[in-house]
């Protein structure tokens, strides 16, 4: 039994630059910058971080920010994690737990895409920064 073949290098496919950007101000607080300057570091190091990938980590710092956000709300007591309804008097969580459930599920998606799990680590590929060749440049 033999494995597949590799498929061919596209000649065609495009190979953005590797950037470390700085964070847009306008977009992020303070924690959305702080994750974003120290994750772009990471990711730009490791060939993980593009110039075509700017928008895509950026929102992935926006839903950080948001996470943290929540749970500053929740740690300086400004707000419960649940809430009783007064008709019914059942307790459910508060509609700001809800929220940043929804964003840690986004966050885990969005740091999927660059690699920032063991298991997704092992589908990356680090850009090299050069053109696509014939596949056989590196045996000359």
């Known amino acids: 039994i033999e494995g597949t073949k590799s498929r061919s290098p596209n000649s065609k496919e495009a190979f953005p630059d590797v950037i470390n950007p700085d964070p847009p101000k306008e977009l992020l607080d303070e ?5 974003f300057t120290r994750m772009a570091k990471v990711l730009s190091k490791n060939g993980l971080l593009t110039e075509a990938d700017l928008s895509l980590f950026t929102a992935y710092s926006m839903v950080w920010q948001k ?3 929540a749970q500053m709300r929740f740690v300086n007591g400004e ?3 649940t809430q009783i309804n007064v008709n019914t ?3 459910s969580k508060s509609g700001t737990l809800a929220m940043q459930e929804t964003a ?3 966050l885990i998606k969005l740091a999927s895409e ?3 799990s063991p298991v997704a680590r092992t589908r990356a590929a680090a850009i ?3 053109k696509a060749g014939d596949g056989w440049d590196d045996f000359e």
Not at 31 to 35: D, F, I, K, T
């Open 128 to 130: 090299q920064n050069k």
């Open 89 to 91: 008097g059942h307790e």
């Open 67 to 69: 996470i943290v956000w």
């Open 79 to 81: 707000e419960d994690m």
């Open 114 to 116: 660059f690699g920032m």
């Open 31 to 35: 924690h959305g910058q702080a994750e």
């Open 104 to 106: 840690i599920t986004q």
